[in-house]
């Protein structure tokens, strides 16, 4: 529950009322089938969407969803700089494949709502690459 509103099944979401990140044990299962860098992927978007909360309106854009991509690649490859989190082999294909089923063809999504597969992978990069102010120019 967030705000007295039931989450939508098969889904992760940040939940702005109680500031606290949530996913369905389902889609994370379902997902770690695939590796286990589909779940650090969720959070990390989730997470995003808790850092985007933290900023001033005007610097969150129409394009939040793809801002929480950006944030999530600066998140997750800013631990791996810093030594608190570690890739292990196959973590980064796992990751471009994970972008390619959460897509905006993914039954959970409609088109327009996070970005296709490639804009989504091309945005996590760049967060990832540059950092965080990186998601914000
Ligand atoms: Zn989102």
């Given at each position: ?66 801002r ?53 992978l ?6 990832g ?9």
């Amino acid at each position: 529950m967030c705000g007295g509103e039931r989450f939508e099944p098969d889904n992760a979401a940040y939940c702005p009322s109680g500031d606290f990140v949530t996913r369905d044990a389902h889609l994370m299962r379902s997902g770690y089938a695939r590796g286990d860098a589909w779940v650090y992927l969720v959070i990390s978007h989730e997470w995003g969407h808790a850092v985007q909360n933290r900023l001033r309106r005007g610097l969150v854009s129409p394009a939040a969803e793809l801002r929480a991509d950006c944030l999530a690649g600066a998140a997750l490859y800013g631990s791996s700089d810093d030594g608190t989190l570690r890739f292990e082999d196959g973590d980064e294909q796992e990751l471009v494949d994970a972008f390619e089923v959460i897509g905006d063809r993914a039954p959970w999504t409609r088109p327009g709502d996070h970005g296709s597969a490639v804009q989504r992978l091309r945005t996590f990069s760049r967060g990832g690459e540059k950092g965080a102010r990186a998601c914000f120019t």
